[in-house]
């Protein structure tokens, strides 16, 4: 088991990977958290596998520069009727000492993220989803608590 995870650390360091410990997110949170930088400014986003798409909170994207890519189409009570739904957006933003352009749809997680925020003291502004995961062949490492990036 340690000539395989000495093995693994040398491909990610030779893959130039960024290690991120997610041990205190996860013990307040239960959930990997990760800081991304927006024009400077540190926002904090949630790893989640269990999305597809990423997104960041209305109130965060009302405040960055963004490009407008167009509307998520949104299927209404179980019909074929499709209406306009959530902007989707191009976002510029850093991570550790990389550059990243992703497609971020718009949500409105006040209520969720306020909770967890109070209930936790973490403030979330978004998610990164699997798109974003397998597109930059990020490893989530639950047994020794990293995020490889």
Known sequence: MKKTRKLLKEILQNQNKQTFNLEESLKKAEVPVIPIYINGKEYFVMLDTGSDASYLDSEVLNNIPKLLLGYQEEIVGGTAIKESGSC?????????????????????????????????????????????????KCILDFDQLVFYL
């Open 88 to 136: 989707v957006y191009e976002v510029e933003f850093a991570c550790g000492d990389k550059e990243f352009k992703e497609i971020f749809t718009e949500n409105d997680f006040s209520h969720i993220f306020s909770f967890l925020e109070q209930t936790t003291g973490i403030k979330l502004s978004g998610i990164l989803g699997t798109r974003f995961l397998m597109k930059h």
